[in-house]
């Protein structure tokens, strides 16, 4: 059997579990056959590669209130660890939450699977329930792909999502520290983050995004304004341009969003410039054969 084709059916059984992991439990002293069974909540250890870091606390208090008063309506995923320990896989919030509530107890699903597929899982249902930020999302996809030597495209396919769409996240890793702190913190959005990963400064036009509560748009304005610096020659005056209209902005996003990769366009007259920036070989073959190329 293929790598390619038994990636795949990975990623259907992935959307199998978690199909199973959305089937409701009772409270947890009478659990329903979605879960498992009932183990003691100081025998559940957290996932040390779980790609979720931040855990709000009003969040986690307010769940921690459901929980008291109904129980554990989903049960945690998890699988054998050490000695008599389960380690989560999926559900860690709940875990959580539900010792803030002083449980003794937890509904568990077991799955016996490897680190990749716990991985994998895990990076799927936070994804599907928007439970990630983009940074931690990034980190995710950025994790698979070293350690387990995906491609984008098979990424794409076991988390549901596109190729661009992994690309464009896998970009915001190359912005500054203080940049994707901004970003993890919830200051600045993906789109802001995105739009300024490949200017000169992109601390500065953070502050000044954050600052001035500019939109998506003004922050592509500003990383063209940047670019457009950055490519005139040593000594040269810049000649007054207008600015972009908003259609030619509202272009580059989504072709950038689909080729995952800078697109830039120029009008002159009927005609104009379209251009794409890629920063390595690997880019450039993947370019290459979202256009059709064979030989290159």
């Not at 259907?12 to 909540?41: F, H, K, Y």
């Not at 986690?60 to 998890?78: A, K, M, N, T, Y």
């Not at 680190?115 to 799927?124: C, F, G, K, M, Q």
């Not at 994707?180 to 953070?206: F, K, N, Q």
Request: aromatic letters at 2%.
């Amino acid at each position: 059997m293929s790598e390619d084709v038994s990636r795949k059916r990975l990623g259907r059984g992935l959307a199998a579990l978690i199909g199973e992991i959305d089937q409701p439990a009772t409270p947890q002293s009478r659990p329903s056959v979605s879960a498992d069974r009932l183990v003691p909540i100081e025998h559940v250890i957290r996932n040390p590669r779980n790609p979720r870091r931040s855990f709000d606390a009003s969040d986690l208090e307010d769940l921690s209130r459901s929980i008291r008063q109904h129980g554990v309506v989903q049960p945690v995923v998890v699988r054998t660890s050490d000695g008599d320990r389960y380690e989560i896989i999926a559900g860690e919030r709940r875990w959580r939450a539900s010792q803030m509530a002083g449980l003794v107890e937890i509904p568990v699903i077991v799955r016996d699977v490897d680190d990749r597929t716990a991985l994998e899982i895990a990076i799927v249902e936070n994804v599907q329930r928007a439970d990630l930020n983009a940074l931690e999302e990034a980190q995710g996809y950025e994790q698979l792909i070293a350690q387990y030597d995906y491609t984008q495209n098979d990424l794409g396919e076991v988390i549901g999502k596109s190729r661009s769409h992994v690309a464009n996240s896998l970009r915001l890793l190359k912005l500054p520290e203080p940049v994707r702190t901004m970003l993890a913190e919830g200051a600045l959005s993906a789109g802001h983050a995105r739009a300024i990963v490949s200017t000169s400064d992109p601390v500065a036009l953070a502050k000044r995004i954050i600052d001035g509560g500019l939109s998506v748009r003004d922050a592509e304005r500003l990383a063209q304004k940047d670019a457009e610096q950055a490519n005139r020659p040593e000594g040269t005056v810049a000649k007054p341009v207008d600015a972009k209209d908003p259609d030619t902005l509202a272009l580059e996003r989504s072709l950038s969003d689909v080729l995952g990769l800078k697109v830039q366009l120029a009008h002159k007259g009927q005609g104009g410039q379209l251009r794409i920036d890629y920063k390595s070989l690997e880019q450039l073959d993947e370019l290459c054969r979202l256009l059709g190329e064979t030989n290159h």
